[in-house]
């Protein structure tokens, strides 16, 4: 079992920056791939961003340029610096882990934190 707890959400003005973090526990860090995804109101989950143990990322095309995902394995973090927050960036962002980086693009990485509200005004 993998507990992932995210942190770092809040009402940001449009423009500003934001960095999530995730602190994973239970299993071996550095074995699973960590990334986030993210649900608006009216919308379902989507998929934003992954990274690998050895630090290679993956991005939705939505969020390339804006948002850099990173880990630090000692620390059992994963982190998301989200830059130029706009309010279609309104969301609870979700912390999650697997065994592989396709798992997390199908939408079913296996492991969820409970989420964190990015709330962005205008």
């Known amino acids: 079992q993998v507990y992932l707890v995210e942190s770092g959400g809040g009402l940001v003005q449009a423009g500003g920056s934001l960095r999530l973090s995730c602190a994973a526990s239970?299993?071996?860090?550095?074995?699973?791939?960590m990334g986030w995804f993210r649900q608006a109101p009216g919308k379902e989950r989507e998929f934003v961003a992954h990274?690998?143990?050895?630090?290679?990322?993956y991005y939705a095309d939505s969020v390339k340029g804006r948002f850099t995902i990173s880990r630090d394995n000692a620390k059992n973090t994963v982190y998301l610096q989200i830059h130029s927050l706009n309010p279609g960036d309104t969301a609870v962002y979700y912390c999650a882990a697997a065994v592989s980086g396709s798992l997390f693009r199908a939408g079913i990485p296996g492991y969820w934190g409970q989420g964190t509200q990015v709330t962005v005004s205008s």
């Open positions: 239970g299993r071996t860090f550095s074995n699973y791939y």
């Open positions: 990274i690998g143990w050895s630090g290679m990322t």
